[in-house]
T-cell receptor
Framework: GAVVSQHPSWVICKSGTSVKIECRSL??????MFWYRQFPKQSLMLMAT?????????EQGVEKDKFLINHASLTLSTLTVTSAHPEDSSFYIC???????????FGSGTRLTVV | KQEVTQIPAALSVPEGENLVLNCSFT??????LQWFRQDPGKGLTSLLL?????REQTSGRLNASLDKSSGRSTLYIAASQPGDSATYLC?????????FGTGTRLLVSP
């Protein structure tokens, strides 16, 4: 149980375009999901906490207008990278925690390359 | 601010060796600590979770310990195998957030 699906697994886009990444909890409902960013050979950095039915909470230094988060249902959160630039190229991973569970489950990640 | 550090940053061992990965954190006010494995270009696989009230957890060849008062956790891997090669991350949970360590890249040679 506690499976999180993330799509797409990789995407290449042109500078200036927007890219949407989906994170779904397949077998449980998640009122809260989390979005992380990982640079090569570095650890995961929390970008924002996605709250179902309300605004996301962004970590310090993360541009909320650039990284739009929508959590419209209890099983789906989306991260949209708007007006992407090469410096946005990174590995993005989402996670969620089943209610009552102690641990977090992670998606398989999305490799974004902006050219 | 919680900071999590892992030592060593990289480790290369021959197959069959027992090894220890270390994780330290600065704020002992944690709910739990979780060890993950990450293969190159992939997501995270949870290995073990230790609640703040627990001292250790075991799963197969893996054993994780937690000393909350000193801000330390260790992951012990017995009889290492080439398939264990990956990056190992520890993460501390506090105030609904996970703070990740810097990771240990492990290479087990046949």
């Amino acid at each position: 149980g506690a499976v999180v699906s993330q799509h797409p697994s990789w995407v290449i886009c042109k500078s200036g375009t927007s890219v949407k990444i989906e994170c779904r909890s397949l077998d449980f409902q998640a009122t809260t999901m989390f979005w992380y960013r990982q640079f090569p050979k570095q650890s995961l950095m929390l970008m924002a906490t996605s709250n179902e039915g309300s605004k996301a909470t962004y970590e310090q230094g993360v541009e909320k207008d650039k990284f739009l988060i929508n959590h419209a249902s209890l099983t789906l959160s989306t991260l949209t990278v708007t007006s992407a630039h090469p410096e946005d190229s990174s590995f993005y991973i989402c996670s969620a925690r089943r209610t009552g569970a102690a641990g977090y489950t992670f998606g398989s990640g999305t490799r974004l390359t902006v050219v | 601010k919680q900071e999590v550090t892992q030592i060593p940053a990289a480790l290369s061992v021959p197959e069959g060796e027992n090894l220890v990965l270390n994780c330290s954190f600065t704020d002992s006010a944690i709910y739990n600590l979780q060890w993950f494995r990450q293969d190159p270009g992939k997501g995270l696989t949870s290995l073990l979770l230790i609640q703040s009230s627990q001292r250790e957890q075991t799963s197969g060849r893996l054993n994780a310990s937690l000393d909350k008062s000193s801000g330390r956790s260790t992951l012990y891997i017995a009889a290492s195998q080439p398939g264990d090669s990956a990056t190992y991350l520890c993460a501390v949970s506090s105030f609904q957030k996970l703070v990740f360590g810097t990771g240990t890249r492990l290479l087990v040679s046949p």
